[in-house]
């Protein structure tokens, strides 16, 4: 036997060898890839559970904010019976700061406008406790204050920044619920 039908022969059985090898690398290589892909899917699509989750509690929290920050609430809850003007408006204002700061974490799970509205809510709330309160004595009982409180929110014709604010949170939610089913 000459060496060329040696090499001949040798080559007979190591070319189907290397076909089936790089077809077996090749087969194995897209199932593992794939299997990779489907892994990193579930981790995703797991993620975005979490994150709505995370969403929609940030949701709650600031409505909660919002409710227990608007005067009609927060000042018959912290209005003490003897209380002065100076008083209930010191312990208003430094109630909704101390609310607004435990809620600050929720900045990072809504849009940038549903967190200025939250700012500008708390601002403007301040800035009208403030104003009411410079137009009676600080000696005056706490109850003129109050009443006038109530009074101004009775008789706002325009919507009020809390409510403003809760239906942007709502809509802003709704969107976010909508856009994962």
Do not use: C
Request: proline share 3%; aromatic share 8%.
């Amino acid at each position: 036997m000459s060496i060329g039908a040696q090499i001949f022969e040798i080559l007979k059985y190591i070319i189907p060898a290397i076909i089936v090898l790089i077809a077996s690398v090749v087969i194995v290589n897209k199932f593992l890839v794939g299997e990779f892909k489907r892994k990193q899917l579930a981790v995703f699509r797991e993620g975005q559970g979490t994150t709505l989750r995370l969403r929609l509690q940030a949701y709650e929290r600031l409505i909660l904010f919002i409710e227990r920050a608007h005067p009609r609430n927060l000042v018959p809850r912290l209005y003490v019976k003897g209380m002065t003007v100076s008083e209930l408006q010191a312990l208003t204002v430094e109630q909704i700061k101390t609310e607004f700061e435990h809620n600050m974490s929720q900045q990072i799970y809504v849009s940038p406008q549903v967190w200025n509205t939250v700012i500008s809510v708390k601002e403007q709330e301040i800035a009208m406790i403030n104003q009411i309160a410079q137009s009676l004595k600080p000696e005056d009982d706490a109850k003129e204050l109050n009443a006038r409180i109530i009074n101004f929110i009775m008789t706002r014709e325009d919507a009020t920044p809390t409510e403003i604010a809760l239906e942007m949170i709502n809509n802003e939610a709704k969107m976010v619920m909508y856009q994962q089913a």
